[in-house]
């Protein structure tokens, strides 16, 4: 299951995002929707949250307040939000998390780095992007941030990203030169990534010993890397082999 943490307060998701599927229960096998979290009587009690402990993935309105049965929502208190953050999540490490807010910009997010965090989204965005993330889970039971980062296409804009560092470390080499593995240290793992992307059956490792023992020059391997990104772009995916 997957809990989406959002008080929605003034109905703001349906007057500002135009988002009804949530209410609808589209994906009521899928998805949880919580407004209301009651706020913690001691900064230890965890009771009301054990729910979150066995999710999937959790989306977590960054500022999401407390509540309070006789007082409503609390004004500025998001104690809730800490501790899911710090104690039940740990920054996607436990539980994968997803922070948005309308002070938000485009997504803080490394794939490579943390595939399970997305430290910041603007909202508006995250709700854009939420039903094909949900429609995704649905099929796959796979949790996908990429999706909610930077949208459905994700793998042509990664793809693009990648290629973009790849080619950017060998701007100051000759295109006439023989590229060596050496060239590409300071982004192996990016290129490393976007042959995954383009080619998910190679063997990276007897890829890397070609180029060691059968060096192409530069100009080619940009080519190569130019065309793959291209195929991305026209058709979705890489239709090219590497040779």
Same mark, same amino acid.
């Given at each position: 299951?997957?809990?989406? @943490?959002?008080? !929605?307060?003034?109905?703001?998701?349906?007057?500002?995002?135009?988002?009804?599927?949530?209410?609808?229960?589209?994906?009521?096998?899928?998805?949880?929707? #919580?407004?209301?979290?009651?706020?913690?009587?001691?900064?230890? =009690?965890?009771?009301?949250?054990?729910?979150?402990?066995?999710?999937?993935?959790?989306?977590?309105? $960054?500022?999401?307040?407390?509540?309070?049965?006789?007082?409503?929502?609390?004004?500025?208190?998001?104690?809730?939000?800490?501790?899911?953050?710090?104690?039940?999540?740990?920054?996607?490490?436990?539980?994968?998390?997803?922070?948005?807010?309308?002070?938000? !910009?485009?997504?803080?997010?490394?794939?490579?780095?943390?595939?399970?965090?997305?430290? $910041?989204?603007?909202?508006?965005?995250?709700?854009?992007? *939420?039903?094909?993330?949900?429609?995704?889970?649905?099929?796959?039971?796979?949790?996908?941030?990429? #999706? @909610?980062?930077?949208?459905?296409?994700?793998?042509?804009?990664? $793809?693009?990203?990648?290629? #973009?560092?790849?080619?950017? $470390?060998?701007?100051?080499?000759?295109?006439?030169?023989?590229?060596? *593995?050496? =060239?590409?240290?300071?982004?192996?793992?990016?290129?490393?990534?976007?042959?995954?992307?383009?080619?998910?059956?190679?063997?990276?490792?007897?890829?890397?010993?070609?180029?060691?023992?059968?060096?192409?020059?530069? *100009?080619?391997?940009?080519?190569? #890397? !130019?065309?793959?990104?291209?195929?991305?772009?026209?058709?979705?995916?890489?239709?090219?082999?590497?040779?």
């Amino acid at each position: 299951m997957i809990y989406l @943490i959002d008080d !929605n307060q003034n109905d703001q998701r349906l007057i500002n995002y135009n988002v009804t599927f949530v209410e609808e229960g589209v994906f009521g096998k899928y998805l949880t929707s #919580i407004q209301k979290i009651e706020k913690l009587n001691s900064s230890s =009690d965890l009771s009301h949250l054990d729910f979150l402990k066995n999710a999937d993935c959790i989306l977590l309105h $960054a500022t999401t307040e407390d509540y309070e049965n006789d007082k409503g929502f609390l004004p500025s208190s998001v104690t809730n939000v800490i501790k899911i953050k710090e104690l039940i999540s740990k920054e996607g490490e436990i539980i994968p998390l997803v922070l948005f807010s309308n002070s938000m !910009n485009e997504a803080d997010f490394s794939f490579e780095n943390n595939p399970s965090y997305i430290r $910041a989204i603007k909202k508006n965005l995250f709700y854009e992007r *939420l039903f094909d993330f949900m429609e995704y889970y649905k099929n796959t039971s796979k949790v996908e941030l990429r #999706i @909610i980062a930077w949208g459905k296409n994700f793998v042509i804009k990664e $793809a693009s990203q990648l290629a #973009i560092e790849i080619l950017r $470390a060998l701007e100051l080499k000759s295109n006439t030169d023989k590229l060596l *593995l050496t =060239d590409l240290s300071q982004v192996l793992n990016s290129f490393k990534m976007f042959m995954y992307l383009a080619l998910p059956e190679i063997d990276i490792n007897e890829l890397l010993n070609q180029i060691e023992d059968e060096p192409i020059k530069i *100009l080619d391997f940009k080519r190569k #890397i !130019n065309q793959i990104t291209e195929s991305f772009t026209k058709h979705g995916k890489n239709i090219h082999p590497w040779k």
